[in-house]
């Protein structure tokens, strides 16, 4: 199994930043992509950004130039840096590991339980 953890949600007024990190475990040997999704009070679930093994970044429009993506291949981890925040960028954010293979030679998709961001106006 493959288990996601992500922390560094909070509090922050507008126009503030915060970093999110995210850290997934297991018999993990590789993992192809690693996203961040955010989930709105009332609303469906939604892209915000995802990286590949390989470097490749994608971004939605509304965060783009103001959030960054970085991971650690090694450490199996990802970043989520977010600066110029926006009350309706408030929601919970969730981690996902995309097609992740195990030393057993299985696969998973893989989220984490999510992490409260609330931007205060």
């Known amino acids: 199994q493959v288990h996601v953890v992500e922390s560094g949600g909070g509090l922050v007024q507008a126009g503030g930043s915060l970093r999110l990190s995210c850290a997934a475990s297991g018999s993990i040997f590789s993992i192809n992509y690693m996203g961040w999704y955010r989930q709105a009070p009332g609303k469906q679930r939604e892209f915000v950004a995802r990286?590949?093994?390989?470097?490749?970044?994608y971004y939605a429009d509304s965060v783009k130039g103001r959030f960054t993506i970085s991971r650690d291949n090694a450490k199996n981890t990802a970043y989520l840096q977010m600066n110029s925040l926006k009350p309706e960028d408030t929601a919970v954010y969730y981690c996902n590991a995309e097609r992740v293979r195990t030393l057993d030679f299985h696969e998973y998709d893989s989220w984490g339980q999510g992490t409260q961001v609330t931007v205060s106006s």
């Open positions: 990286m590949s093994s390989g470097g490749s970044t």
